[in-house]
T-cell receptor
């Protein structure tokens, strides 16, 4: 399981774009990258998943460079309700895979 | 789609009693379910992995006789905390995978408080 490193915390203001970078230097060839969002006293919520280049959905974009040693979650125009902990995980795709959660990034959106 | 439910959402029990927590995948068949525990201000810690119809695999340090896991169907897994003690008070979260694309979806969590 690849170890991931993220900033412990980030602050932003409403309406700004937020980019959270995750480092995964020892990512394996078969590893995918998945980001989750967690609010207090709730289970993590799936945000986005990717393998390489760029993936975009209705809530976020995920940028993965060619060497795949890092990835960046981009949240466009954040609001106060985006204040949460964001987890980056690198894992092998497969129904029996395990997820190892790091410390995550506490994003605080300020008015 | 990909909704996972947990019941109950919170439970308070006396020390020495047993508590059962249910985890259900509502709109997909979950071949594998996972149970996590999360203490305040900490990250999620995997307790065990269960595959439908087979015994659960427990992480190091997790007592299998204390945390009984049953995964009897493709949509239901249960975690029973036996003889609960105050130190077992925590936030228990399940997740399920097995759909296409393969992604792990989490339940809303169960807050257990042991008095």
């Amino acid at each position: 399981l690849a170890k991931t490193t993220q900033p412990i915390s980030m602050d932003s203001y409403e309406g700004q774009e937020v980019n959270i970078t995750c480092s995964h230097n020892n990512i394996a060839t078969n590893d995918y990258i998945t980001w989750y969002q967690q609010f207090p006293s709730q289970g993590p919520r799936f945000i986005i998943q990717g393998y390489k280049t760029k993936v975009t959905n209705e809530v976020a974009s995920l940028f993965i460079p060619a060497d795949r040693k890092s990835s960046t979650l981009s949240l466009p125009r954040v609001s106060l309700s985006d204040t949460a902990v964001y987890y980056c995980l690198a894992h092998v795709s497969g129904s029996a895979r395990q997820l190892t959660f790091g410390s995550g990034t506490q994003l605080t959106v300020l008015p | 789609g990909a909704v996972v439910s947990q019941h109950p959402s919170r439970v308070i029990c006396k020390s020495g009693t047993s508590v059962k927590i249910e985890c259900r995948s509502l709109d997909f068949q979950a071949t594998t379910m996972f149970w996590y525990r999360q203490f305040p201000k900490q990250s999620l810690m995997l307790m065990a992995t269960s595959n439908e119809g087979s015994k659960a695999t427990y992480e190091q340090g997790v007592e299998k006789d204390k945390f009984l896991i049953n995964h009897a169907s493709l949509t239901l897994s249960t975690l029973t905390v036996t003889s609960a003690h105050p130190e077992d008070s925590s936030f228990y979260i399940c997740s399920a995978s097995g759909g296409t694309p393969d992604t792990q979806y989490f339940g809303p969590g169960t807050r257990l408080t042991v008095l």
